[in-house]
């Protein structure tokens, strides 16, 4: 298995700008989460859904961003208008609901600088 | 609600000589623990899993972990450090414990140096 996917794996972007980051989850997995790293605030979740459906998206930080989640192969995290504060790791991750089901594999994040 | 805290921000320590990278963990309830590893620019990697089962869990790379709910502890531990240890720990508790669909909280991290 190829694991989780995420792209871009680093973007530079100037403040104002439109930035979309992109997961594919493991197939087969139904639930995928979006973290995000910062050296101030540490690992913390911003969204998370189960069966494409969002369940908590108290931790996305205002209304500049957003997630969706169209299908079970594919999520986007989007940030409009990007700041520099926004300047972060971001993480997604998927696991198999179920009892016994525990881990959460990681992507490889997306690093974003916005300037 | 569930948390956890590494005791430790950094640790250091010489090749060889053991490991021991502490946390401590609040729960309602039986939690389900984990611990990461982050190496230098690259995703997160599970190392072991606590799941009500073994107090004692044995992960990979040689790292265990005990579970103790006396104390209410989750700390890491491995004989002997090798070099390609040194990375970024991470303790983690999960929300809603035996739940795979529900998020994880982290703790700080705790930065492992290994000295040759």
């Known amino acids: 298995d190829a694991g989780v996917i995420q792209s871009p794996r680093h973007e530079v972007t100037e403040m104002g700008q439109e930035v979309t980051l992109r997961c594919k989850p493991i197939?087969?997995?139904?639930?995928l989460f979006w973290y995000r790293q910062t050296m101030m605030r540490g690992l913390e979740l911003l969204i998370y859904?189960?069966?494409?459906?969002?369940?908590?998206d108290s931790g996305m930080p205002e209304d500049r961003f957003s997630a969706k989640m169209p299908n079970a192969s594919f999520s986007t995290l989007k940030i409009q208008p990007s700041e520099p504060r926004d300047s972060a790791v971001y993480f997604c991750?998927?696991?198999?609901?179920?009892?016994?089901?525990?881990?959460?594999?990681f992507g490889p994040g997306t690093r974003l600088l916005v300037l | 609600a569930q948390s956890v805290t590494q005791l430790d921000s950094h640790v250091s320590v010489s090749e060889g000589t053991p490991v021991l990278l502490r946390c401590n963990y609040s729960?309602?309830?039986?939690?389900?623990l984990f611990w990461y590893v982050q190496h230098p620019n690259k995703g997160l990697q599970l190392l072991l899993k606590?799941?009500?089962?073994?107090?004692l869990v044995k992960g990979i790379n040689g790292f265990e972990a005990e579970f103790k709910k006396s104390e209410t502890s989750f700390h890491l531990t491995k004989p002997s450090a090798h070099m390609s240890d040194a990375a970024e720990y991470f303790c983690?508790?999960?929300?809603?414990?035996?739940?795979?669909?529900?998020?994880?909280?982290f703790g700080k991290g705790t930065r492992l140096s290994v000295i040759a």
């Open positions: 991750a998927s696991t198999l609901s179920g009892l016994y089901q525990e881990t959460q594999y």
């Open positions: 197939s087969g997995h139904n639930s």
């Open positions: 859904f189960n069966n494409n459906v969002p369940i908590d």
């Open positions: 729960s309602s309830y039986s939690p389900s």
């Open positions: 606590y799941t009500s089962a073994a107090t």
């Open positions: 983690v508790v999960r929300t809603i414990p035996n739940s795979g669909n529900t998020p994880l909280v």
